[in-house]
């Protein structure tokens, strides 16, 4: 694969997207960010589809009429559902459906084939001769019809055709049981409401009764053994070989000569006529007027002998002579599957588990992950011929060497696991089925939505070492067969993706919503932006990105928080020169939350303080570093060079940062106006005193918005309250400190920020 193509337009909430994916086999994953709410589900979601064959149910699912272009391309050709395979963050009760794959071989792979295509042929030939289908669409669901039946006809315990083989004991003989077609005998209708009725089942009794006398009067006939239906096979068959030539005759009781085929069919006739001419047989007729009576009645006449096994006492009994009489025809495939079969199941007897790629699957699953329970698996023979899913059976063994074992419903049932250990269940899963693909060496474009969402740090490292094993599996011509695409909300794990499966820069993305148009856009930044912005102090070239005299003035405003921080967790050297402010950690908190010299503080101490911590001084020479205030900048470059569609971080970065201040310079400047007394911890006094409990406090926005609440309107404090969710308290080099406002759109940012400047 060498490039994939979307082309979605009102699939799923995305209204539009049209994407090209570039795989090399260096770098065969491409990696996208999407915040929460944009993208990543719906587009996941199409692709489950496909992977379905369920193409026809993608769409808009509340605008239902409207237009919808779902194309997936590879390297120019349709997407096939067998290529993609969706792995969701979490789907309760997923159970695999390769188990079976994994535990068998080569060979024993070509011996199940061989004895699968018997049975199918076997089945297929039921199919004709008992109307039944083997399978049937129902409220679009597909319902298995005529093994089920089968086995419960019998019955046998174990609900498979295949493993009951050696209970059928076929007939010596063909009868003319297998002319009759099981589905009109038994159809409920005709079964409830005409053969089981009281009148047809009297007349049968009847009817019996005259016919034994009819038959005495055939010295030649024998109840049971040879009766009118097999006086009519042997007409069919003296017929076929041209019987009578040549003066040949049959004997019937030793004084009947039949020297004709004409004189055999008039005898037959004969007896046919005495039978259906009886009044009892007429009564049988008229109970039978609809269209499934009458093809019961047609049946009753060809077979008059029939009426024997439709007697109640006689009709499950007549079940097992139908189905037993259509092997009979089928007998030759019937005895060659048993041997097979026969073979075929030693072989599974035999099996050593741990020899399989299943047992390689568990491996893999425990060497990354800790369950309280071990895994066998309890109807290997059927699992293995495809009839019933395995069934894993979960051993639990207490620290007294108690062991307790429990199938998959069981332990849903009793709510035993953990919400981790079920996920981790999940994920066994569909490690098996990544395997199955390995094995087979599937061309397989993986959809990795959240995987290791909600996990703790150690299992999600070691699901994304799992990731990077995939990711280098290779073919015999050492090309990769898997592609993924991995996507994710959370940018911690995004960058962890990125470092440990060395994601090339081109294939590290990130969403962007424009105009009601998704883009799946280059990562602005390789790596840790933190870096750029330090190494960028002049405006030029850097990771293949042009900067210009504004970016390098924002790249110098992003770094106070982070800056801040160094100097936080290392040794404060206090090497600025600004009068009043001898730490330099205070000096750049003056610059995040509006204190007296905020407006005052000039760039001058921000180039000495960043020389001190990180080595770079080398600012813009657009910035008079004498003259010019931090606090202006920030407010010029929040208002006139940040635009609704540039998500970069240090535009929501500088723009959180000028939300904070012009908030705060707000607040102080109501409450210094208010004549209130203001509440705080126990405490209670005038705005003075409550500003001069502020200044000491470290959260001062938190703080000084407990006291305007006391005295603002319903309006400005659900503008300022917006402040506190939109806006980190710290925004930390950690990656999780800034993830909040990398989730959050810019267009909300410069909302937020023109709602409190308005105030």
Same mark, same amino acid.
């Given at each position: 694969?060498?490039?994939?193509?979307?082309?979605?337009?009102?699939?799923?909430?995305?209204?539009?997207?049209?994407?090209?994916?570039?795989?090399?086999?260096?770098?065969?994953?491409?990696?996208?960010?999407?915040?929460?709410?944009?993208?990543?589900?719906?587009?996941?979601?199409?692709?489950?589809?496909?992977?379905?064959?369920?193409?026809?149910?993608? $769409?808009?699912?509340?605008?239902?009429?409207?237009?919808?272009?779902?194309?997936?391309?590879?390297?120019?050709?349709?997407?096939?559902?067998?290529?993609?395979?969706?792995?969701?963050?979490?789907?309760?009760?997923?159970?695999s459906g390769s188990i079976s794959s994994?535990?068998?071989?080569?060979?024993?792979?070509?011996?199940?084939?061989?004895?699968?295509?018997?049975?199918?042929?076997?089945?297929?030939?039921?199919?004709?001769?008992?109307?039944?289908?083997?399978?049937?669409t129902s409220l679009g669901k597909i319902?298995?019809?005529?093994?089920?039946?089968?086995?419960?006809?019998?019955?046998?315990?174990?609900?498979?055709?295949?493993?009951?083989?050696?209970?059928?004991?076929?007939?010596?003989?063909?009868?003319?049981?297998?002319?009759?077609?099981?589905?009109?005998?038994?159809?409920?209708?005709?079964?409830?409401?005409?053969?089981?009725?009281?009148?047809?089942?009297?007349?049968?009794?009847?009817?019996?009764?005259?016919?034994?006398?009819?038959?005495?009067?055939?010295?030649?006939?024998?109840? $049971?053994?040879?009766?009118?239906?097999?006086?009519?096979?042997?007409?069919?068959?003296?017929?076929?070989?041209?019987?009578?030539?040549?003066?040949?005759?049959?004997?019937?009781?030793?004084?009947?000569?039949?020297?004709?085929?004409?004189?055999?069919?008039?005898?037959?006739?004969?007896?046919?006529?005495?039978?259906?001419?009886?009044?009892?047989?007429?009564?049988?007729?008229?109970?039978?007027?609809?269209?499934?009576?009458?093809?019961?009645?047609?049946?009753?006449?060809?077979?008059?002998?029939?009426?024997?096994?439709?007697?109640?006492?006689?009709?499950?009994?007549?079940?097992?002579?139908?189905?037993?009489? !259509?092997?009979?025809?089928?007998?030759?495939?019937?005895?060659?599957?048993?041997?097979?079969?026969?073979?075929?199941?030693?072989?599974?007897?035999?099996?050593?588990?741990?020899?399989?790629?299943?047992?390689?699957?568990?491996?893999?699953?425990?060497?990354?992950?800790?369950?309280?329970?071990?895994?066998?698996?309890?109807?290997?023979?059927?699992?293995?011929?495809?009839?019933?899913?395995?069934?894993?059976?979960?051993?639990?063994?207490?620290?007294?060497?108690?062991?307790?074992?429990?199938?998959?419903?069981?332990?849903?049932?009793?709510?035993?696991?953990?919400? $981790?250990?079920?996920?981790?269940? !999940?994920?066994?899963?569909?490690?098996?089925?990544?395997?199955?693909?390995?094995?087979?060496?599937?061309?397989?474009?993986?959809?990795?939505d959240d995987i290791a969402d909600s996990?703790?740090?150690?299992?999600?490292?070691?699901?994304?070492? !799992?990731?990077?094993?995939?990711?280098?599996?290779?073919?015999?011509?050492?090309?990769?067969?898997?592609?993924?695409?991995?996507?994710?909300?959370?940018?911690?794990?995004?960058?962890?993706?990125?470092?440990?499966?060395?994601?090339?820069?081109?294939?590290?993305?990130?969403?962007?919503?424009?105009?009601?148009?998704?883009?799946?856009?280059?990562?602005?930044?390789?790596?840790?932006?933190?870096?750029?912005?330090?190494?960028?102090?002049?405006?030029?070239?850097?990771?293949?990105?042009?900067?210009?005299?504004?970016?390098?003035?924002?790249?110098?405003?992003?770094?106070?928080?982070?800056?801040?921080?160094?100097?936080?967790?290392?040794?404060?050297?206090?090497?600025?020169?600004?009068?009043?402010?001898?730490?330099?950690?205070?000096?750049?908190?003056?610059?995040?939350?509006?204190?007296?010299?905020?407006?005052?503080?000039?760039?001058?101490?921000?180039?000495?303080?960043?020389?001190?911590?990180?080595?770079?001084?080398?600012?813009?020479?657009?910035?008079?570093?004498?003259?010019?205030?931090?606090?202006?900048?920030?407010?010029?470059?929040?208002?006139?060079?940040?635009?609704?569609?540039?998500?970069?971080?240090?535009?929501?970065?500088?723009?959180?940062?000028?939300?904070?201040?012009?908030?705060?310079?707000?607040?102080?400047?109501?409450?210094?106006?208010?004549?209130?007394?203001?509440?705080?911890?126990?405490?209670?006094?005038?705005?003075?005193?409550?500003?001069?409990?502020?200044?000491?406090?470290?959260?001062?926005?938190?703080?000084?918005?407990? $006291?305007?609440?006391?005295?603002?309107?319903?309006?400005?404090?659900?503008?300022?309250?917006?402040?506190?969710?939109?806006?980190?308290?710290?925004?930390?080099?950690?990656?999780?400190?800034?993830?909040?406002?990398?989730?959050?759109?810019?267009?909300?940012?410069?909302?937020?920020?023109?709602?409190?400047?308005?105030?």
């Open positions: 694969m060498n490039q994939l193509k979307i082309e979605f337009e009102n699939c799923f909430g995305i209204e539009k997207l049209d994407k090209e994916f570039n795989f090399t086999p260096e770098y065969n994953v491409n990696l996208i960010y999407a915040k929460n709410g944009l993208m990543k589900t719906s587009f996941t979601k199409v692709f489950k589809k496909f992977q379905e064959g369920k193409e026809d149910k993608i $769409g808009d699912l509340i605008f239902k009429n409207t237009p919808v272009k779902k194309n997936i391309l590879i390297d120019g050709n349709n997407i096939q559902k067998e290529e993609i395979f969706v792995i969701n963050s979490f789907e309760k009760a997923y159970e994994l535990l068998i071989n080569d060979s024993l792979k070509i011996q199940l084939e061989e004895v699968l295509n018997i049975r199918n042929e076997i089945l297929k030939n039921l199919e004709k001769k008992s109307g039944l289908k083997i399978s049937k319902i298995f019809e005529l093994e089920p039946q089968m086995m419960k006809d019998f019955p046998f315990f174990d609900k498979s055709f295949l493993q009951n083989l050696n209970s059928f004991i076929l007939p010596k003989d063909n009868t003319y049981f297998e002319n009759i077609k099981y589905c009109d005998i038994f159809d409920e209708s005709v079964l409830n409401k005409k053969i089981k009725s009281t009148e047809f089942q009297t007349k049968i009794t009847e009817y019996i009764e005259k016919s034994d006398e009819i038959y005495k009067n055939y010295a030649f006939f024998e109840k $049971g053994s040879f009766t009118l239906p097999k006086l009519k096979g042997i007409e069919k068959e003296l017929k076929g070989n041209n019987f009578f030539v040549k003066d040949n005759k049959i004997l019937l009781n030793g004084d009947l000569n039949i020297s004709t085929i004409g004189e055999l069919n008039s005898k037959i006739k004969e007896i046919e006529k005495k039978l259906k001419d009886t009044k009892e047989f007429v009564a049988i007729e008229k109970l039978l007027s609809d269209a499934k009576g009458i093809a019961l009645k047609d049946i009753i006449e060809t077979y008059p002998e029939i009426l024997e096994e439709l007697k109640e006492s006689n009709l499950e009994q007549f079940r097992k002579k139908l189905w037993l009489s !259509y092997l009979k025809l089928d007998e030759d495939n019937f005895e060659n599957l048993k041997g097979k079969y026969s073979i075929l199941k030693t072989q599974i007897s035999s099996l050593n588990i741990d020899d399989t790629t299943w047992k390689e699957a568990i491996d893999i699953f425990n060497n990354r992950f800790t369950l309280p329970f071990k895994m066998e698996i309890d109807n290997l023979t059927s699992s293995i011929i495809g009839e019933t899913l395995p069934k894993i059976i979960f051993t639990f063994i207490d620290k007294n060497g108690r062991t307790i074992k429990l199938n998959r419903n069981e332990l849903e049932d009793k709510d035993s696991l953990s919400q $981790g250990e079920k996920r981790a269940l !999940y994920l066994l899963n569909i490690i098996f089925d990544i395997e199955k693909r390995k094995k087979d060496n599937q061309k397989t474009l993986f959809i990795i996990f703790d740090y150690k299992n999600k490292y070691a699901i994304i070492e !799992y990731l990077k094993d995939i990711s280098e599996e290779k073919d015999i011509f050492g090309k990769p067969y898997f592609y993924m695409i991995i996507l994710s909300h959370n940018f911690d794990f995004y960058r962890s993706i990125s470092s440990r499966l060395d994601i090339s820069w081109d294939k590290k993305l990130h969403v962007l919503k424009i105009n009601n148009e998704i883009k799946i856009v280059k990562e602005h930044y390789q790596n840790n932006p933190f870096e750029i912005w330090k190494d960028v102090m002049s405006a030029g070239k850097h990771y293949k990105i042009d900067f210009n005299s504004i970016d390098v003035k924002k790249h110098i405003l992003a770094l106070i928080p982070f800056v801040r921080n160094l100097i936080e967790y290392g040794i404060d050297r206090g090497v600025n020169t600004f009068t009043n402010i001898d730490e330099d950690y205070l000096l750049l908190t003056h610059l995040l939350h509006l204190k007296n010299d905020t407006k005052h503080i000039k760039f001058e101490q921000l180039k000495m303080i960043y020389k001190e911590y990180i080595g770079k001084d080398n600012f813009d020479s657009s910035i008079n570093i004498i003259n010019d205030n931090v606090y202006d900048l920030i407010i010029e470059i929040a208002d006139y060079h940040i635009s609704n569609d540039d998500n970069k971080l240090e535009n929501k970065i500088i723009l959180a940062i000028a939300i904070r201040l012009k908030a705060e310079e707000f607040m102080i400047k109501e409450i210094k106006l208010s004549s209130h007394i203001f509440c705080w911890k126990n405490n209670s006094g005038n705005q003075m005193f409550f500003l001069e409990y502020i200044s000491t406090k470290g959260n001062q926005t938190r703080e000084l918005f407990s $006291g305007f609440c006391q005295i603002g309107t319903k309006e400005v404090i659900k503008v300022l309250d917006s402040v506190n969710i939109m806006t980190p308290e710290n925004i930390h080099i950690n990656s999780f400190m800034y993830e909040p406002l990398l989730d959050m759109d810019i267009s909300e940012l410069k909302k937020l920020f023109n709602d409190v400047k308005s105030l």
